[in-house]
T-cell receptor, first 117, second 114 residues
Framework: EAGVAQSPRYKIIEKRQSVAFWCNPISGHATLYWYQQILGQGPKLLIQFQNNGVVDDSQLPKDRFSAERLKGVDSTLKIQPAKLEDSAVYLC???????????????FGNGTRLTVT | AQSVTQLGSHVSVSEGALVLLRCNYSSSVPPYLFWYVQYPNQGLQLLLKYTSAATLVKGINGFEAEFKKSETSFHLTKPSAHMSDAAEYFCAVSPSGGYQKVTFGIGTKLQVIP
């Protein structure tokens, strides 16, 4: 099966600019996740979708970050305006099931490395 | 909230030596537990998962982990390290009921010395 696709792989922007990341999950996966991984830290969940509805966005900085999942398939994550501390790898993941079985493994894309200067 | 603690952000072992990466979880009820591996410039890959079927879980690449409720631990082991095992390893936890919400530890970077 095709894996989780993410683009772009790398992005360099100046602070206060905007940026968008795209993710295409594995076909048939109902749950889609965006994680932020800062250098030296574990992935931190930003937002979780179940089909095209948001399940958890408690750690998403909503004043600058936004995300959507169109028709329950592809997803985009946007940052506007970017800050220096947003420099990180943004990982998209998908899984088969969510409720009520919480043991579906996550399948990750290769991530987008964002550098904000 | 559930969480995991990984002891040791960096671990070095000699090639052929035992690999032991430590993970302790915090949860009021036994959760689902996972180990993922991340190679440079790649996403995370699942090594193994615990879902209450068996306390000793075998994964890919010769890794295994044992769930110990009394110690709230889920340590990852491999009898003999290979150079190709050099990577970063993440322990993760998800509640066993309700929506899946996976929380990761800070990771342990494994160095294998020839």
């Amino acid at each position: 099966e095709a894996g989780v696709a993410q683009s772009p792989r790398y992005k360099i922007i100046e602070k206060r600019q905007s940026v968008a990341f795209w993710c295409n999950p594995i076909s048939g996966h109902a749950t889609l996740y965006w994680y932020q991984q800062i250098l030296g830290q574990g992935p931190k969940l930003l937002i979780q979708f179940q089909n095209n509805g948001v399940v958890d966005d408690s750690q998403l900085p909503k004043d600058r970050f936004s995300a959507e999942r169109l028709k329950g398939v592809d997803s985009t994550l946007k940052i506007q305006p970017a800050k220096l501390e947003d420099s990180a790898v943004y990982l998209c993941a998908s899984s088969l099931g969510s409720f009520p079985m919480g043991n579906s493994p996550l399948h990750f894309g290769n991530g987008t490395r964002l550098t904000v200067t | 909230a559930q969480s995991v603690t990984q002891l040791g952000s960096h671990v070095s072992v000699s090639e052929g030596a035992l690999v032991l990466l430590r993970c302790n979880y915090s949860s009021s009820v036994p959760p689902y537990l996972f180990w993922y591996v991340q190679y440079p410039n790649q996403g995370l890959q699942l090594l193994l998962k615990y879902t209450s079927a068996a306390t000793l879980v075998k994964g890919i690449n010769g890794f295994e982990a044992e769930f110990k409720k009394s110690e709230t631990s889920f340590h990852l082991t491999k009898p003999s390290a290979h150079m190709s095992d050099a990577a970063e390893y993440f322990c993760a936890v998800s509640p066993s009921g309700g929506y899946q919400k996976v929380t990761f530890g800070i990771g342990t970077k494994l160095q294998v010395i020839p």
